[in-house]
C-alpha cells in the first residue's frame, strides 16, 4: 500500500506573543472621530477599562527590517489602548501580512455563542452588574440576553447558532410551537433573510395549530381574515417546496455535473460541433452557453 505524501503545515502565527511598542504599529486604515462616538467603539472602551485586554491585536513584522509592525487586526482595541497612554502592548504575530482575512472570514460573535458565554461568566461567580459594565450595556439587556434561548427548542438553536440575529428576533421566534420554530429557522437560513420583519411575517403566516400554547396572535393591521389566510397557505407550500429541495439538491446536482461534462466532451468533438452548426445552431448555442456558464462559475 503506498503511502501518502507528508503534506507540511505552516503556522499562521508566531509560537509566542510578542510586546510590542505602540509607536512601531503601523495601522492599515485611520478611526475617525464619528466611529469613536459609536456603540462598538464605546463598548470597547467600557471593557478593557473593566477587565483588561482580552483579545491581543494581530500583527505582522514589515518586510523594510525596519522593527515596525503592521497592524492586521484590532484597529478600535490599539485607538483606544493609544488614548489611555499605554505606551507598549503584547500581540499575536502573524506569519503573513495580509488583512483580508480579518477584514471578511473572522465575524463577530454569535448572538447564541455570547449568550453562553454570558451563562458561562455567571457561572463562574461573574455578576450580571459587571458583565454589563464590561459590555457597555444596562443589567436588564445582560437578563434578556441570559434568557435568551428560553422557550426555544434545541433543534432550532442549533440551526441558528452561528446565525447573527436580534434579540427581538428570539421574542418572535417564542410565538412559534416547536416544530415550526425549526420550520422557520430553515426557511431563515434558505432564504438568507434574518431580519426581524422577516420572522414577523413567518409568525403571522403561521397556522393557529402550530403556535405556542398559551400565545393569542393579534389581527395584523390591514389585513382581513381571508388574506391571513392565504398568507398561511402559501407559507405551508413554501414549507414543502423547501423540503423536496433540500432532499432533492444532491442528486440534480450531481446528475447537472455529469450532464455538464458529457456536453463539454461532445463540443470538444469538431465533427459534432460541425454537425450542430450545420443542423442544429439554436442547440449549439445553447450548448456553448451551458459551458460557459460552467466556466465562469468554476
Given at each position: 500500500m503506498a503511502r501518502r505524501p507528508h503534506i507540511s503545515v505552516r503556522m499562521g502565527f508566531e509560537e509566542r506573543t510578542l510586546t510590542v511598542r505602540l509607536a512601531d504599529i503601523q495601522p492599515l486604515k485611520l478611526v475617525s472621530e464619528e466611529v469613536k462616538r459609536s456603540a462598538k467603539y464605546r463598548q470597547i472602551v467600557a471593557s478593557i477599562a473593566e477587565i483588561g485586554l482580552v483579545e491581543p491585536p494581530v500583527v505582522a513584522r514589515s518586510r523594510d527590517a525596519s522593527g515596525r509592525f503592521l497592524l492586521l487586526d484590532g484597529h478600535l482595541r490599539l485607538e483606544v489602548l493609544k488614548d489611555s497612554g499605554l505606551v507598549e502592548i503584547e500581540c499575536l504575530v502573524s506569519t503573513e501580512d495580509e488583512a483580508f482575512t480579518y477584514n471578511k472570514r473572522v465575524n463577530r460573535i454569535a448572538i447564541i455563542q455570547e449568550h453562553r458565554m454570558i451563562l458561562k461568566a455567571i457561572e463562574k461567580g461573574v455578576s450580571e452588574a459587571r458583565i454589563a459594565k464590561a459590555l457597555n450595556v444596562d443589567v436588564a439587556s445582560i437578563r434578556r440576553r441570559r434568557k435568551l434561548l428560553d422557550g426555544i427548542c434545541v433543534e432550532a438553536v442549533e440551526l441558528l447558532k452561528e446565525k447573527h440575529l436580534?434579540?427581538?428576533t428570539f421574542s418572535?421566534?417564542?410565538?412559534?410551537?416547536?416544530?415550526?420554530?425549526?420550520?422557520?429557522?430553515?426557511?431563515?437560513?434558505?432564504?438568507?433573510?434574518?431580519?426581524?420583519s422577516y420572522v414577523r411575517s413567518l409568525v403571522v403566516a403561521t397556522p393557529r395549530g402550530q403556535l405556542a400554547a398559551g400565545y393569542t396572535p393579534r389581527q395584523p393591521k390591514g389585513l382581513s381574515d381571508e388574506q391571513v389566510a392565504l398568507m398561511e397557505r402559501e407559507s405551508?407550500?413554501?414549507?414543502?417546496?423547501?423540503?423536496?429541495?433540500?432532499?432533492?439538491?444532491?442528486?440534480?446536482?450531481?446528475?447537472?455535473?455529469?450532464?455538464v461534462g458529457y456536453v463539454s466532451k461532445l463540443l470538444r468533438?469538431?465533427?459534432v460541433v460541425g454537425?450542430?452548426?450545420?443542423?442544429?445552431?439554436?442547440?449549439?448555442?445553447?450548448?456553448?452557453?451551458?459551458?460557459?456558464?460552467?466556466?465562469?462559475?468554476?
Open positions: 436580534t434579540l427581538n418572535e421566534l417564542r410565538k412559534l410551537a416547536p416544530i415550526r420554530q425549526i420550520e422557520a429557522a430553515e426557511l431563515m437560513i434558505a432564504m438568507n433573510n434574518f431580519s426581524n405551508a407550500s413554501l414549507a414543502r417546496e423547501f423540503k423536496v429541495a433540500e432532499q432533492t439538491y444532491g442528486t440534480d446536482h450531481l446528475d447537472l455535473v455529469l450532464a468533438n469538431g465533427k454537425y450542430l452548426a450545420k443542423h442544429f445552431q439554436e442547440l449549439l448555442f445553447e450548448f456553448q452557453r451551458i459551458t460557459e456558464s460552467e466556466a465562469t462559475a468554476a
